[in-house]
């Protein structure tokens, strides 16, 4: 596709097919590798739930690598495809950083060594090599191995690499719902890798954000269509007064809601990525939309689906609050609802 013509209907369809076999592959790798309730055994052991051989066997795919140009050793790939693994990613209950990772990637444009983090913006200052900043919750930092940060140094901007090993870093652990190694992070007098400066680097920081913020939303919609499939299937057999509760309205009338609010995420997702990926004016507002549909909307599913269950989904021993606690952490990566909010209205407002 390009900026400057629509595509064919053949290419559409041809485009869409290669995504469904994308899909269809990385669902047999991810069931041949993991399941939700192996990601429920890691909140049964002590914190945090990370598994680094997962880690190692996503890196090895070369899934953080698919934004990476293939002159740079990666796949080569559109944030459409992207978006495809995350949500197969969030579907299989991986407890791995995907988004943030790939979209770091992509920005230094470098293929993944170890577990490399994008942060987002919370003015932090620079000095010629070094930079001080406070991050309150990053998800996963604390397995971090280098973060990408953006620092500011007399008003101009710079965009760098940091060590989490050197010398000032602080990582503070914290323990969010799905129990990631998350980590508050400071960091006080700490050697920075310059990867730009000027205004590049802004927009290459928000740039790296954007697909960042789309895959969540990308594997959100593949945690809310596992809890909702989960929830169908156990409507169809669990029966009370002599039908299944699948047959009556109230149940399936939530069914469905849920399900059509998964497919406008999915749309809305991937009219973001293309935005993004042809640079189109509107493609901070598009981003913002699908995240902020991801916040109002698409987190309700799995609390849905818990209803569905009943007070089966309650215990521990159910898969239900596994897809539960890893939604409400997801959203918690998107940023403020009111922030999106804001975006969207004054987008709506000049179109």
């Not at 994308?22 to 598994?51: C, E, K, M, Y």
């Not at 209803?307 to 021993?317: K, L």
Request: net charge negative.
């Amino acid at each position: 596709m390009t900026p400057d013509r629509e595509p064919s209907l053949d290419e559409i369809a041809d485009a869409a097919a290669e995504l469904a076999e994308l899909r269809s592959t990385a669902d047999h790798i991810l069931n041949q590798a993991w399941t939700v309730d192996r990601a429920r055994a890691l909140l049964d052991g002590p914190p945090p739930a990370f598994d680094e051989q997962l880690w190692k066997t996503v890196l090895a795919l070369g899934w953080p690598d698919v934004l990476v140009a293939e002159a740079y050793g990666g796949g080569g790939g559109s944030l459409r495809e992207l978006c495809v693994l995350a949500e197969a990613a969030g579907a299989a209950a991986l407890p791995v950083p995907l988004a943030s990772a790939a979209a770091a990637a992509w920005c230094e444009q470098r293929r993944a060594a170890g577990l490399t983090l994008i942060l987002e913006d919370v003015g932090a200052t620079s000095s010629e090599k070094e930079i001080n900043g406070t991050w309150p919750l990053v998800h996963y930092g604390d397995a971090a191995d280098q973060l990408l940060v953006l620092g500011w140094r007399d008003g101009q901007p710079v965009l760098g690499a940091v060590d989490t090993t050197a010398s000032g870093v602080g990582r503070q652990p914290e323990q969010p719902l799905d129990r990631n190694p998350a980590a508050s992070i400071t960091l006080t007098d700490v050697p920075l890798r310059v990867l730009a400066s000027g205004a590049p680097a802004v927009e290459k920081h928000r740039d790296a954000l954007r697909r960042s913020r789309l895959a969540t939303v990308a594997e959100l919609i593949g945690i809310a269509a596992a809890a909702n499939d989960a929830a169908v299937e156990y409507a169809k057999v669990r029966v009370t007064f002599g039908r299944p509760i699948g047959a009556r309205q109230a149940i399936k009338h939530r069914l469905v809601d849920q399900r059509s609010v998964i497919e406008i995420a999915r749309a809305l997702v991937n009219r973001a990525a293309d935005a993004v990926e042809l640079q189109h004016p509107d493609a901070a507002a598009l981003v913002s939309l699908a995240c902020f549909w991801a916040i109002d909307s698409l987190r309700q599913v799995p609390e849905g689906a818990m209803q569905v269950f009943g007070g089966i989904a309650y215990t521990w021993e159910h898969q239900a609050h596994v897809h539960l606690r890893r939604a409400a952490s997801r959203v918690a990566a998107l940023g403020s609802r009111a922030e999106h909010r804001a975006v969207v209205t004054q987008w709506l407002r000049t179109r």
